[in-house]
Every structure is written in C-alpha cells, then in structure tokens.
C-alpha cells in the first residue's frame, strides 16, 4: 500500500476507489505534489484552513481549468450556441460570491425546506411503496434518484421535466468530472446547450407572472439595493443547485443504506432508532454517511500568492484540490475513520458540504431528505441484503463520488 505513487491518483480505479491511497499518503504528506503546479490536500485541519483562506485559496478556478484542459474545438461550437459560464457561487470570490449568495440565501431558506416536509414524505412514502410492490430492485434507480430529483425540480420549477433534470444533472457532473470520451463530451455540450434554453424560456415566464417556486424567487430576488440577477447568472445558478440538489444526496443516500447493510449492527441501532421515533439517533446518522461517504469528493482552489500549507511551499498560480473525502477519514479528527459508526460524537463536523462561505447552499434540503427517506425506509422495510452476486462499483469521477447502481432485495415489514 505504501508503494502507491503520488501521480497513481489520476489512475481511474484509484479515483473510484481512493481510500487505499489516502492511508498511504496521509501519515506521509497531507499535502501530496501530482504534478507541475497541481497539489492535493488530505488532511482535515488543513482543508479548514484553506476554505477559510479565502484570499489565497481561490474558488475562481474556472477559467484556469478551462485553460488546463481546453475545450475542443466541436465542444466550443456547441456550447457557442447557449450562454457562457457565468462565475456566481461555486466559482467566484468575494464580493462577486457574496452578492450571488445573498440572493439565493434568500430563496433557498430553512423556512422553504419545512414548509416541503409534507410533500418530501409523500414523494418517500410513494416510493417504498413501489419497491415493496416487487421485493427487489435498483437502489439507486429506484428511490435514490427519484426522491431528490422531484424535490429539486419541483423547487427550481421543474416538477414536470424528471427525466431531463437527471439527464442535464449528468451532463454537467461529467464534463466536472472531466474522465469522458470525446463522443460523450459532445453529448454533453448539447445538454448543457439544451438546458439553458430550456430554463430561459422559464425564466421569462417568472418574469411575465410570479410563481411559488425558487427560481422565480431567483428571478424577482433583490437584497440591499441589489440589482436583479441576469439570464446568464441565473442560468448558472439553476444548474448548480440543480446538480447540487440532487446528484449528491442520491450517492449519499445509496452509500448510507450500504454501509448500513455492511454493517448490522448498525443498522440494528438505526431501526431501533426509527422504531422509536429517535430523530436525534437519525439526524446524527445522516451525519455519519456524509462523513464516511462523502459524495463531493474534493473541490478545486486556485493559488493567488505563493503559500506555505501544512510545510509544503505551493507557488502561486498552482491548483490544489481538497480532497474533503480524505479528510473526512482523517484519524487525527475521527479515531477509527473507516468504521461506520452512527452514533459518533462529532459526525457532524464533516467537509461533505465543505466549509466557510462555499459551503453548500442546498445542505439543509439534502439533510432533511436524507432524514425522512432513512426514517420511513427502516419502519416500512426490513431484511435489506445485497442481490446475490453484485458487487457495489463506483464510476470514476475526479470530484463526485457514488454508487452506479445498489441491487437489492427486501421485505415489508409487518
């Protein structure tokens, strides 16, 4: 184990499966060099320390990953035929970063995630039902990406468009990703360009006549004389809290309900939990798969002056990654971190949604349908195995991480 190279990290098997790697290069180096001007962060205090430095770990890293790995010529024609990539929360800084986040704080709030509980059971409880109809079936297809696929288009409006917000949602996790063959890159550049008319057209609508939904709160948004958000900043916005707002809670929920079957004690003390009405026990669950599973893997930060992180000079103009997954298993900050442990004291002082001002804005609406569907699926079904013969296999991806598919079989309970 101790032999993996520092370069091996872009080795697609070493992405899909990375833990190997980060108990290699952990106790050596938490901040591992990959190449020229590349570095990756692992260890948890030190990913703190970068979100929180926002003056030299830049979150502006979009162009110079544009530069670094140029669009193709027939890519470029494609995305020509939409509207350009605006930098508004992910990929900006203060104070372009403050403005976008003020407006969309004020649409996506604690008090329009409650006011969608009933709905969010509703759309869990129909689910299960369906699966129990059968007794089987595809996690992942089944209820990990219908549940926070409706619930995201139906705030972002586009509760009648399912299929397509998981096929655009895709498009743009793989060009992030940035591990596709050339005929899938152009695929997805016609996504992109599908999108963005598709919403604009929307756009319009809201601005015709208000509706109850987030984007056309993001359309009438103003705070402190600010002025409204344009089509292309709220193009830009809607494709990330579309992605956000649903890719990584249906990895986070397939991977918890994994490890829940990997582990039956665990999964003992969940039931026990939900069978009680223990909504602390299952809050702090879902706190324990965001940390053990991590589906935002890392995030980029660019280098605006040379640096020192963790003793190891990064020159400026480098990229880092943080790695938030390694993080996340560090044993300085969580002893025994690859064991799945639910009722872990400080589970909820993980980087799944990283941290500061980036963290993710769609966190609340991801912890609450994680809570709901853990809650109804542990008093509604029983006896969770793995399909006979499956062996759970993660697509690489260089920031996401989840399952493709999670076959199993199950019973209702009586």
Same mark, same amino acid.
């Given at each position: 184990?101790?032999?993996?190279?520092?370069?091996?990290?872009?080795?697609?098997?070493?992405?899909?499966?990375?833990?190997?790697?980060?108990?290699?290069?952990?106790?050596?180096?938490?901040?591992?060099?990959?190449?020229?001007?590349?570095?990756?962060?692992?260890?948890?205090?030190?990913?703190?320390?970068?979100?929180?430095?926002?003056?030299?770990?830049?979150?502006?890293?979009?162009?110079?990953?544009?530069?670094?790995?140029?669009?193709?010529?027939?890519?470029?024609?494609?995305?020509?035929?939409?509207?350009?990539?605006?930098?508004?929360?992910?990929?900006?800084?203060?104070?372009?970063?403050?403005?976008?986040?003020?407006?969309?704080?004020?649409?996506?709030?604690?008090?329009?995630?409650?006011?969608?509980?009933?709905?969010?059971?509703?759309?869990?409880?129909?689910?299960?039902?369906?699966?129990?109809?059968?007794?089987?079936?595809?996690?992942?297809?089944?209820?990990?990406?219908?549940?926070?696929?409706?619930?995201?288009?139906?705030?972002?409006?586009?509760?009648?468009?399912?299929? =397509?917000?998981? *096929?655009?949602? !895709?498009?743009?996790? #793989?060009?992030?990703?940035?591990?596709?063959?050339? %005929? &899938?890159? $152009? +695929?997805?550049?016609?996504?992109?360009?599908?999108?963005?008319?598709?919403?604009?057209?929307?756009?319009?609508?809201? =601005?015709?006549? *208000?509706?109850? !939904?987030?984007?056309? #709160?993001?359309?009438?948004?103003?705070?402190?004389? %600010? &002025?409204? $958000? +344009?089509?292309?900043?709220?193009?830009?916005?809607?494709?990330?809290?579309?992605?956000?707002?649903?890719?990584?809670?249906?990895?986070?929920?397939?991977?918890?309900?994994?490890?829940?079957?990997?582990?039956?004690?665990?999964?003992?003390?969940?039931?026990?939990?939900?069978?009680?009405?223990?909504?602390?026990?299952?809050?702090?669950?879902?706190?324990?798969?965001?940390?053990?599973?991590?589906?935002?893997?890392?995030?980029?930060?660019?280098?605006?002056?040379?640096?020192?992180?963790?003793?190891?000079?990064?020159?400026?103009?480098?990229?880092?990654?943080?790695?938030?997954?390694?993080?996340?298993?560090?044993?300085?900050?969580?002893?025994?971190?690859?064991?799945?442990?639910?009722?872990?004291?400080?589970?909820?002082?993980?980087?799944?949604?990283?941290?500061?001002?980036?963290?993710?804005?769609?966190?609340?609406?991801?912890?609450?349908?994680?809570?709901?569907?853990?809650?109804?699926?542990?008093?509604?079904?029983?006896?969770?195995?793995?399909?006979?013969?499956?062996?759970?296999?993660?697509?690489?991806?260089?920031?996401?991480?989840?399952?493709?598919?999670?076959?199993?079989?199950?019973?209702?309970?009586?």
């Amino acid at each position: 184990m101790n032999d993996i190279a520092a370069g091996s990290f872009f080795d697609p098997q070493v992405i899909a499966d990375p833990f190997d790697y980060y108990r290699a290069w952990l106790p050596k180096s938490p901040v591992v060099p990959l190449s020229e001007g590349m570095f990756l962060v692992l260890s948890y205090d030190l990913c703190v320390q970068a979100t929180g430095a926002v003056d030299i770990f830049s979150n502006d890293f979009q162009a110079t990953l544009s530069g670094a790995m140029a669009e193709d010529g027939d890519v470029a024609a494609i995305l020509a035929e939409g509207w350009p990539q605006v930098d508004t929360l992910l990929t900006a800084d203060p104070p372009v970063h403050t403005r976008f986040r003020k407006l969309v704080n004020l649409a996506f709030s604690m008090k329009r995630v409650a006011a969608i509980e009933e709905d969010m059971r509703r759309v869990v409880v129909g689910l299960i039902d369906a699966m129990a109809e059968k007794g089987e079936g595809d996690f992942v297809r089944d209820f990990g990406i219908p549940l926070p696929v409706a619930m995201i288009a139906g705030q972002i409006g586009m509760e009648n468009d399912l299929d =397509r917000v998981k *096929r655009w949602s !895709d498009a743009f996790v #793989d060009r992030l990703g940035r591990m596709i063959p050339k %005929e &899938r890159e $152009l +695929e997805c550049a016609r996504e992109v360009v599908e999108f963005q008319h598709h919403v604009k057209a929307k756009i319009d609508e809201r =601005r015709a006549r *208000r509706t109850d !939904d987030l984007l056309s #709160d993001l359309v009438h948004a103003e705070v402190d004389g %600010e &002025r409204p $958000l +344009e089509d292309a900043e709220i193009l830009s916005i809607m494709q990330q809290l579309m992605v956000a707002g649903n890719e990584t809670t249906t990895s986070a929920l397939a991977g918890g309900l994994l490890q829940l079957i990997e582990n039956p004690d665990q999964m003992a003390k969940a039931v026990a939990a939900a069978d009680a009405g223990d909504e602390r026990t299952i809050l702090n669950l879902v706190e324990e798969v965001l940390r053990i599973e991590s589906p935002t893997a890392g995030m980029w930060r660019r280098v605006l002056t040379d640096t020192q992180l963790g003793g190891v000079a990064i020159p400026k103009g480098a990229m880092v990654q943080l790695r938030y997954a390694a993080a996340n298993r560090d044993p300085a900050r969580y002893p025994d971190p690859d064991r799945f442990d639910i009722e872990r004291a400080n589970a909820r002082s993980h980087l799944a949604f990283g941290k500061g001002i980036h963290m993710c804005i769609g966190n609340m609406l991801s912890r609450k349908e994680m809570a709901v569907a853990y809650s109804e699926l542990l008093t509604r079904l029983t006896d969770f195995r793995l399909a006979d013969g499956h062996t759970p296999s993660w697509p690489p991806n260089m920031l996401l991480r989840g399952l493709a598919t999670l076959p199993i079989t199950f019973r209702r309970r009586a």
